[in-house]
């Protein structure tokens, strides 16, 4: 099953998360207090289904022998009162027939992430002592080397930002 590991230091609020040898990052925008050294975290579920979805079909489509194009996804995280609604926008780079593309919804309602997500899942917190050598300077190191190691110093960040009226 999968794992991952994530901590904070004492920057706001950029996190070091591990999935077995990948190193992410994740952050709120700087609207909201954090850095934006990441994606939000309601960006990463998102990606998450997005990327299950599209794998998915792929995985579906080369069994049947059936020739997709590229794949995109779109997903949108919306909250109507406590209520959360996911709006998921697929798009084939090959035409396909309606017969196609009916099952390819069928099976992308029916994907493993998608399924949970719908069936929920129950979520357990254990609090555990302390490990002695975590220090807030110690996380501050290892996150400053996770984002080191996720955005290269050779990799120019290219950021634009929107003037707003």
């Known amino acids: 099953m999968a794992k991952v590991e994530a901590e904070i230091g004492a920057a706001n609020y950029a996190v070091k998360i591990t999935a077995s040898r990948h190193a992410l990052a994740s952050d709120e925008p700087v609207a909201r207090g954090g850095q934006d050294t990441g994606p939000a975290p309601y960006e990463l579920l998102l990606a998450g289904l997005a990327s299950c979805t599209i794998i998915t079909l792929r995985m579906y489509a080369e069994r049947k022998g059936w020739t997709l194009g590229t794949i995109h996804a779109e997903l949108e995280h919306t909250k109507d009162g406590k209520r959360s609604k996911i709006t998921r926008t697929l798009r084939f780079g090959a035409p396909l027939s309606d017969e196609h593309l009916a099952r390819l919804a069928e099976i ?58």
Request: hydrophobic content about 35%; aromatic content about 2%.
């Open 108 to 165: 992308a309602e029916k994907t493993p992430v998608t399924l949970t997500l719908k069936e929920g899942a129950d979520i357990a917190t254990h609090i555990v002592p302390p490990h002695p050598a975590e220090t807030a300077e110690h996380l501050d190191e290892r996150l400053d080397e996770a984002l080191e190691e996720s955005f290269p110093a050779s990799d120019p960040i290219s950021v634009t930002r929107e003037e707003r009226s």
